[in-house]
């Protein structure tokens, strides 16, 4: 039995050989990638954590660990409880308007049989563009004397508000520029995912006695766009949490804080009143918000979505 042992041994040393050659390759290749995410993204983040739990103030030289209190100290707060809720009625306007339009103009564009490179790059300009830009741009047709809203408007005898500076209104003037601004993203999605349905679908659809457009898209589209509609409402509800250049250029929180949300809050602690420690709490509590939404829609919505 030995000469059949020992080639049994040498065969089972070679497989472990070839594993461990097969293991170190994989740590090469997926080492750059590895460092770049811990130096980039954990680091920073367990930094953020950190300092949540001190009172450190931006440019002092010393700091000291109050555990939660800034945590105690921000719940208890009615600036941030103010930009909370209106962070959560920002994403609730912009998400469903801007997932429903994008997908409502992916729809006509792909129906129609000319000019379709013309929409496409009409729907999409606002994503091109820069925010801040057109923030500036946005500000101006606004105004509630000179802008060029208020004029259409008053054209057709209807006194225009002031849209930036009315607290009962101004975010959601905010949100409708949201939801501008994303609705040619989202369009190009929905693109991708309506040419990429196979079209004997449709013919099967036909066959099967199905011969309106809406029992179409209510049996075949709406169905095969559901790995799509799950990336589309994620992605815009994650952006939607992260606004902050339009509040900072057109309304700064105001008036009396009606347009204040969860980033400039951070930003003004952190970079204003210089309390970094509050800062790094008011990012935490974002961070959270955003991780758990994601996390909470990808198992809600990918229980019912079908992948073809």
Request: aromatic share 12%.
């Amino acid at each position: 039995m030995t000469p059949l042992v020992k080639p049994a041994q040498d065969l089972h040393h070679a497989y472990r050989r070839r594993d461990l050659r097969e293991a170190l390759a994989a740590l090469a290749l997926a080492g750059p990638a590895s460092a770049l995410i811990f130096v980039f993204l954990i680091a920073p983040l367990v930094c953020i954590a950190l300092l949540s739990l001190t009172d450190y103030q931006l440019g002092a030289k010393a700091l000291r660990f109050v555990g939660l209190h800034n945590y105690s100290e921000m719940f208890a707060d009615r600036v941030f409880r103010r930009s909370l809720e209106n962070t959560l009625i920002y994403v609730s306007v912009v998400v469903p308007l801007s997932v429903g339009l994008g997908l409502g103009a992916a729809l006509l564009i792909e129906a129609g049989e000319s000019l379709r490179a013309f929409y496409r790059t009409v729907y999409f300009l606002p994503v091109m563009a820069t925010l801040i830009a057109m923030a500036i741009v946005w500000e101006f047709a606004l105004h509630p004397k000179l802008g060029l809203v208020n004029l259409a408007l008053k054209s057709v005898g209807i006194a225009g508000p002031d849209w930036l500076h009315d607290r009962h209104i101004v975010l959601y003037t905010l949100a409708g520029i949201g939801v501008w601004q994303s609705v040619g993203f989202n369009m190009v999605l929905f693109m991708a995912g309506l040419q990429a349905i196979p079209r004997d679908l449709y013919e099967a659809a036909a066959v099967d006695g199905v011969s309106n457009a809406w029992d179409r898209f209510r049996t075949v589209t709406w169905p095969m766009l559901g790995p799509v509609s799950l990336f589309v409402i994620v992605i815009t509800a994650i952006r939607s949490f992260q606004v902050f250049d339009t509040v900072q250029v057109m309304t700064k929180g105001g008036p009396n804080r009606a347009s204040e949300v969860l980033l400039y809050t951070m930003y003004s602690e952190g970079f204003e009143f210089f309390r970094t420690g509050y800062a790094a709490a008011v990012t935490m509590v974002f961070l959270a918000f955003v991780l758990a939404l994601a996390a909470l829609k990808t198992w809600f919505l990918d229980r019912r979505v079908h992948y073809a």
